[in-house]
Every structure is written in C-alpha cells, then in structure tokens.
C-alpha cells in the first residue's frame, strides 16, 4: 500500500505493448501481471498462493488498483505472463521500468558508488551419479517419444525397453559391484545407440529428430561413451576422466539442459550464478537507498572475471553507470582494472591475488619479486643470475593475455638453491605473468592493497553480502524455481526487483541498516 502511494501505478498496460499487442483492452492487465509477479517473490509465494493473495488480500488489491469483488485470474495465467515476456526477450523489462521511476525521483543514479558480488543457484533437478545420469537421460528421451509419435514408437522399441526404463532411475536399487555396474552402463548405452540409430534412419520422418530430449541424448551420449566397432562386434566404454568434455559443455541433467557442474572452495553444486549489483552510497550522504541496479545469470562454470563487462554494459544502457565500483577477488583483474576506466570511466577497486605461485617452495621459496623481467628482451633473471630460455605469449584458461616464461631443464637442475625454487623435478621454473602494462598495473594494486586507506574504501563491498543473504532468504534465490537458464534470469530479475521495493519501503519508514552480527565471544573484551 505503500509502494502505491509512494510511486503511483509502476506499470503501464503500454510498456508490454511488444509482448501482448495493442488489439482491444486485454483480459487481464499486464501491468498488474507485472506487479503481481514482483510481490510472488518478495514473499516467496507460488502461482497459485499469489492468484490467491490476489483474490484474497486487501492490500493486494489496494496496490492492483481492483474493486473488493474483483474474482481475480487463475494461476496459470501468470505461467502464460512470464513466457510472453521470455518470447519476445523482454526479461530485463519489469527492473529497468522500476528503475526508470526510481530515477525520476532521485532515488538511483548514475555516478557514484555501486558493488557486485554473486553466489551460487541450485537448479531445479535432483543431482545424479554418472550411471543414474544416462539411464535417466534414456529414459526421458523415451519418455518424449512416447508422447510424440507413440505408434512409431511402439513398433520400433525392443519391449524389453518398457520393463527397463518404465520407471525411474529412483525407483530400483542401482548394482554395488562395480562390474555389474559397468555391465548395466553398457546396456543403456547400446540401448541408447539403438535408439538414436532408429531414430536417424532414413525411414523415419525429420520431426522426431527436432524432439528436445533426442537432442540432449545425443549430446550426452557422445560426452559420456566411446563406440568402437572391430571384426564386426560393437564395443561401447565409459569414457574415461581424462577423456571427458570440460564442465562449462558437458550435460548435467537431462531435464535442464543448461545447468552446469561447479565447485567453488569446496562447494559442489548443478545450476547456475546470480551476479546482484546494487548502489552503495552513503545514505546519510546521498539521501537514497541500497537498490539493485542490474543482475545477471550465468551458467555456474562461468569465471566471475567474465561478466563484468556485461554488468558494465547493462549499466551503461540504463545510464546507471557507477563512477566507481567495488569488487571482490573473483572479478577483478588486471585487464579490467585498465580498460574499465577507459571503455566506461569506472574505477574499479577490488583485490588482486598474490603472485605467490604453487612452485616455489613454502616459507624461504622465491615468488615471482625474486625474479627480474626484461621485457624488451623477451628474458627474466632468476635470484642466482641465469636467464630464461623460453618465452611463451598466449592465452590462459579464461582467454585472457598472459606470457609463460620457462627455464631450461639443465639450467635448473645443477642450482643449489633449486629446492627453493621449484618442486618440480623433470622441469625448470615456470613463470606466468601478464603483459607488462597489466603487470605493471597488478603490482601497483598488490602494494595499496594493504594500506589502511585502501581497506577503509574497500570494506563498502562487505555489505553486498547482505544483500545476497536477503535474496536467499526473502525470495529463495539460492533453488530456481525454474528450467532453463532464460526462465531462471527472469526469476532472478523479479526477485531484484522485489528486493529494491521491499528496501524502499524500509527506507520510508526509516527502518536503520542492520548492523554486522557478531558473536558474544567475538565482542569479548579480553584486557578488561
């Protein structure tokens, strides 16, 4: 009720002219749709209890402009809402509206501060070993045909399939020994040949190959087996570890194909990263509250260092770019701390990590410091005075510059000091290091990072943590809802936007910002 009397209608029945038309009056406003959905993730509620609350509520009805005796929807329609907005790639659409009002009254801006930071999304599929993954994957691609083209199906499937894969995975106990295991693997996995050879004949029509789920059992038949045919006989094998897509392209579920695998210091999951970035002023200063500004979903094998550019994008087409921006570790690096201020006049401050490497030995070893890089010569100097042999310019695993200087074997090996050096024992030293402008860049930034000044401008970023907390707890951002990454990100806009309304109206009502909890013991005095 407040938020109505604060901003007035938020949505217009015209800003969703792309998606549902302008022929005649629609049935049920998509303005109201809109706020509906925002107000089903501020309170975490789901279709049918937010149709309810609309049917139900006074205040839901005060905020949706509706007479007392409105029967308002029923649930699915808010299904049929959020899939016109995904036809016609209108995710982004409900925020940057809200945003646009919010401008009008000074409450965002551009210039300033912001902070991003993000965590990790599970997705809506339960998590499978490796051989519940394919049984269930065959499974469901029989599961799809079934439902189109059920003739076909029955005169082309080996019956045995419908006592085998008629039910799910889940529902019978799965072989111990691990030979019977690999025994069980090998069926499905003939099984599933069979099936994709049955489908891809010449015979059968085009439209059962344009069927999602055969798709997916392609796919993850070639990351998962190896097929080999010699003197007639078919031999099918797990692949083996070494042999396996990396997790950025291999299928983690045959339901949603867009979740990924990912581990982040020691927590494993499958699904996906929310990127939340919010303005950071003081709010004494700025008269204005901490509001999501922008968010962004990404596949969980995505390197944070990835995304800032399209943070900074997003920003910059709602003219909401910050005048500097507070990262972590994960997203900062040395390109980005030279090019951000160029391409987009923000000045990134964030930490960048030691350039202690994993070679040098604990304790006494020599880092990178210990060694001199002549960059016109293409040569670096170890603390014993012999010079590199190879220099190597190329990419690193995330596709950015950087330069792998090596010393020669025989160089190494005679050095008394080498076990200070290396660990290695067939090889020379190896040095990673960027180019020398971003090198030059990452040694500045290594030495302010641990002024006192720095790590007072730096501790503003803390509190993006409690805006990711809010998230996970008010609006259940840490499970989609979901499949599909595009589904999920609309999730995920929503849930901003609902964030940003229920901090405005903590903001009227002059609600503090809750302070850093700490433990009693934490507050101890000890010299008391």
Not at 187 to 210: H, K, M, N, W
Request: aromatic share 6%; charged share 25%; net charge neutral.
């Amino acid at each position: 009720m407040r938020i109505r009397d604060s901003l007035g209608p938020l949505f217009a029945d015209e800003d969703f002219t792309e998606a549902f038309g302008v022929r005649g009056r629609p049935g049920i406003s998509p303005g109201r749709l809109a706020l509906v959905s925002i107000l089903q993730f501020a309170e975490n509620l789901t279709d049918r209890q937010a149709a309810h609350a609309v049917r139900a509520r006074i205040d839901v009805k005060y905020l949706l402009g509706l007479e007392l005796t409105d029967p308002g929807f029923d649930h699915t329609v808010l299904t049929g809402f959020r899939g016109q907005l995904l036809a016609h790639g209108l995710e982004e659409k409900i925020l940057n509206l809200l945003l646009e009002r919010l401008a009008e009254k000074n409450l965002v801006a551009s210039g300033g501060r912001q902070r991003t930071d993000s965590t990790h999304v599970l997705a809506a599929v339960r998590s499978l070993n490796r051989l519940e993954f394919v049984g269930e994957t065959l499974r469901a691609a029989l599961e799809a045909l079934t439902a189109a083209a059920p003739d076909w199906l029955r005169a082309s499937m080996d019956p045995a399939w419908q006592e085998r894969y008629g039910a799910g995975v889940d529902a019978y106990r799965l072989p111990a020994d691990e030979q019977e295991r690999r025994e069980l693997a090998r069926q499905i996995a003939t099984d599933g040949y069979s099936l994709l050879e049955a489908v891809f004949a010449p015979e059968t029509s085009a439209r059962l190959r344009q069927v999602p789920a055969l798709t997916v059992l392609r796919t993850v038949w070639v990351q998962q087996f190896t097929r080999t045919i010699a003197d007639g006989e078919e031999e099918v094998a797990w692949r083996g570890k070494d042999d396996l897509p990396p997790s950025r392209v291999l299928i983690a579920s045959p339901y949603d194909p867009d979740a990924r695998y990912a581990k982040k210091r020691g927590s494993a999951w499958v699904g996906y990263k929310i990127h939340v970035s919010e303005g950071c002023d003081d709010p004494e200063e700025a008269k204005r509250p901490h509001l999501t500004t922008h968010v962004v979903t990404t596949e969980a094998t995505v390197n944070d260092a990835m995304v800032v550019e399209e943070v900074h994008d997003g920003l910059a087409g709602k003219d909401l770019l910050p005048a500097k921006h507070l990262l972590d570790a994960g997203y900062t690096s040395a390109e980005l701390l030279l090019t951000a201020p160029v391409s987009h006049g923000v000045a990134v401050t964030g930490p960048v990590r030691s350039n202690t490497t994993r070679q040098a030995a604990p304790g006494g070893g020599f880092g990178k410091r210990a060694f001199t890089i002549n960059w016109s010569a293409k040569q670096a100097t170890c603390p014993t005075g012999a010079s590199s042999r190879y220099w190597t310019e190329g990419l690193d695993n995330n596709g950015r510059d950087a330069i792998r200087i090596r010393f020669a074997t025989t160089t190494c090996a005679p050095c008394p000091v080498r076990d200070q050096c290396t660990r290695s024992t067939q090889y020379g030293r190896q040095l990673t290091v960027r180019p020398q402008d971003q090198d030059a860049m990452l040694e500045r930034v290594r030495a302010e990072q641990s002024t006192d000044e720095w790590k007072q401008r730096y501790a503003a970023r803390a509190g993006v943590e409690g805006t990711i907390h809010q998230a996970v707890a008010t609006a259940g951002v840490r499970r989609t809802r979901y499949i599909g990454l595009a589904k999920t990100h609309l999730a995920h806009v929503l849930t901003a936007t609902a964030i940003s309304l229920i901090r405005l109206d903590a903001w009227w009502n002059d609600t503090p910002l809750a302070r850093t909890r700490t433990s009693r013991l934490a507050r101890l005095d000890l010299a008391a």
